[in-house]
């Protein structure tokens, strides 16, 4: 019989829905039901494209004996991390304190006060290498709940009194300044593989925020190492097994630190991140492996992730069945070379096998290898082997429509489309930005974080949300010349300004009305996303710079000084952030583009604007004196000829007309009309 879970619209929670396991939502009811029983709360916490995740399920939450004794003695409850980013992030802070590490599944234990007492991530269902079984786990923390009541509460209440004394004070501090963004590469410099690329060593993760800050250094500044950082990391990655080399796309990680092996789930805002830096790389070099890469990755995003609505799903599971039928992981992706042979012919599966290192030994497991590019290309190749792996039976995809990581999308397509001359791209950021204001944006302007088939969830945006959406509007507005996309950006940023900021220019990621959790939760370094706090930061810096606004601009150097604080300290956590204090140190500079109606000359310099290297840099395009942006307004023709207006603070040089005097003035390339 199904539990509580199957009227849920999250992916993760429906899979769940048919466990044995007495599962609840997170809900108040859930703590008082724990309450009213007197027993403990089991939360566990995961996601859909997690593979250990599945693996938990299957050993453990599937298992008949470990469901009654679990469901007799506590009450479980089961969230979706991506739809509950705050009560993840609570626990997870309490995780890593007391272990040292973290992980998902997350499994930790509560009292009917939310408070925790007993951590861990995954449990096996047999005790092995030192670490007990999951029944172990059950019925250690059982006995403890009844035998030693007074010592669980004092843990409980122990941990709760550090979580919430750990509120940061970084914010109104200064902004950060040449010395810091020194500070800020010189640590990278440190940390970079020169072998390989990248940072630090294995599990090795895509560092895009890190990239976007070293591209807007370089064209801020020159430094040439910055530069040479970006260039071997996304060669490395571009050529290795994290890399998709048939359909494009990112996987999540690199198990080891030469990028050959990933872990094979596919994330939305791993390739929404990755497809903008692989864009604004080849906007420095002209690099033809950034185009490829970019243009593989957005068609990627098209193809396998936009949703029936219009927005882009989640993720795709790591795991699928391999030919004998199990369910294993990266059985998508993996080549025997008997299997490229088979595909493609003897001649041409050899070819194929030396083309992407495919071995008889394997690279990954049971002689299978990941595909990668060391060498020269060949298109046709790729596209016959793409053509055979769509046979295959594919990863199941996560449909949940995540409103921050479709903010990224948003940006992410809308450069690309500009850049590669691929109105298509365009087209679908703008559907994917109706999406959000149709199905995510109430009446109050107020954001919803996930939605499923058109239908809102009753999940609260989360900081991320409303900055990663403003990004994704601000961005839209630029390329389109579409002021009604900047009108909503400042919707949301104002509601960022009015619910998530605290003293001194502190942000915290939820809303000072939402749902009470034992610890507000506030984190400005970077994990797999831009944080929401440095995110805030650089939507409000740029919708600043749009419309002139104080408030704005005030609001987004305050946040920046825990930038100041940890940028030199800790620069591969605050990548964003550091990208967006280059912004701030160049201006960022104002780009008015007025010229009439389907002007050729006019799309010329519109095209030149967007292709800018200038850090931060925004764009307005449109009619002369046009309402659709501040920036537009008293910019008029130049001798009746479109012009070019480049500013800082409203400031502006004298105009142009001319797309070679443009690119002279904000970086990066001419387009002739």
Sequence with gaps: MPNRLANETSPYLLQHADNPVDWWPWSPEAFEEARRRDVPVLLSVGYSSCHWCHVMAHESFEDEAVAEYLNERFVAVKVDREERPDVDAVYMEAVQAATGQGGWPMTVFLTADGEPFYFGTYFPPEARHGMPSFRQVLEGVAGAWAERREEVGEVAGRITRDLAGRALAHGGEGV????????????????????????????????????????????????????????????????????????????RYSVDREWIVPHFEKMLYDNALLCRVYAHWWRA???PIARRVALETADFLVRELRTAEGGFASALDADSHDPAGRHAEGAFYVWTPDQLVEALGEEDGRRAAELFGVTEDGTFEEGSSVLRLPGEDDPGLRARLLAARAERHRPERDDKVVAAWNGLAIAALAETGAFFDRPDLVERATEAADLLVRVHLDDGARLTRTSKDGVASANAGVLEDYADVAEGFV???GVTGEGVWLDFAGVLLDLVIDRFTGENGTL??????????????????????????????GALLSYAAHTGSELHRTAAERALGVVKALGPRAPRFIGWGLAAAEALLDGPREIAVVGLAGDPAARALHRTALLATAPGAVVAAGEPDGEEFPLLRNRPLVDGAAAAYVCRGFTCRMPVTDPAALAEQVGGAATEA
Excluded at 525 to 535: L, R
């Design 176 to 251: 950060p300044g040449e010395d810091e963004l020194a500070a800020a590469l010189l640590g990278l410099t440190r940390e970079y593989d020169e072998r390989y690329g990248g940072f630090g060593g294995a599990p090795k993760f895509p560092p895009a925020m890190v990239l976007e800050f070293l591209l807007r250094h370089h064209a801020r500044t020159g430094a040439r190492g910055a530069l040479d950082m970006v260039d071997g990391t996304c060669e490395a990655m571009a050529r290795g097994g994290l890399y998709d080399q048939l359909g494009g796309g990112f996987a």
């Design 285 to 287: 070099t002209g690099s």
């Design 475 to 477: 961005t839209l507005a």
């Design 508 to 537: 915290f990621d939820t809303a000072h009305d939402a749902e009470p959790l034992i610890r507000r939760p506030q984190d400005p370094t970077d994990n797999a996303t831009p944080s929401g706090w440095t995110a805030a930061a």
